[in-house]
Nanobody, 119 residues
């Protein structure tokens, strides 16, 4: 079983910045992909950014140039630096981690952290 602990959400004014953190613990042999998703009210959950073990990244078009995802393999942690935040970024942000323990794959989600961008 894999547990994810997220932190860093909150209320910020448009143009401001926030940094989300997520740390994985538990039965982990190797993490393959770590990512952040978000879900706004009335909308489906969407991928914001992901990073693989080799450091390759993928971003939603709406956040390119404003958000940066990074990971620390030694700590099984992933971060999302969010700059130039816009009201449209308001959502619950979820950490997602996929990997395997021994021969068993896992796909784990955090509890979510609220981000509100408003003046």
């Amino acid at each position: 079983q894999v547990q994810l602990v997220e932190s860093g959400g909150g209320l910020v004014q448009p143009g401001g910045s926030l940094r989300l953190s997520c740390t994985a613990s538990g039965s982990i042999s190797q993490i393959i992909v770590m990512g952040w998703y978000r879900q706004a009210p009335g909308k489906e959950r969407e991928l914001v950014a992901s990073v693989n073990r080799g450091g390759g990244t993928n971003y939603a078009d709406s956040v390119k140039g404003r958000f940066t995802i990074s990971r620390e393999n030694v700590n099984d942690a992933v971060y999302l630096q969010m700059n130039s935040l816009e009201p449209e970024d308001t959502a619950v942000y979820y950490c997602n981690v996929r990997g395997y323990h021994q021969l068993q794959q896992f796909d784990s989600w955090g509890q979510g952290t609220q981000v509100i961008v408003s003046s």
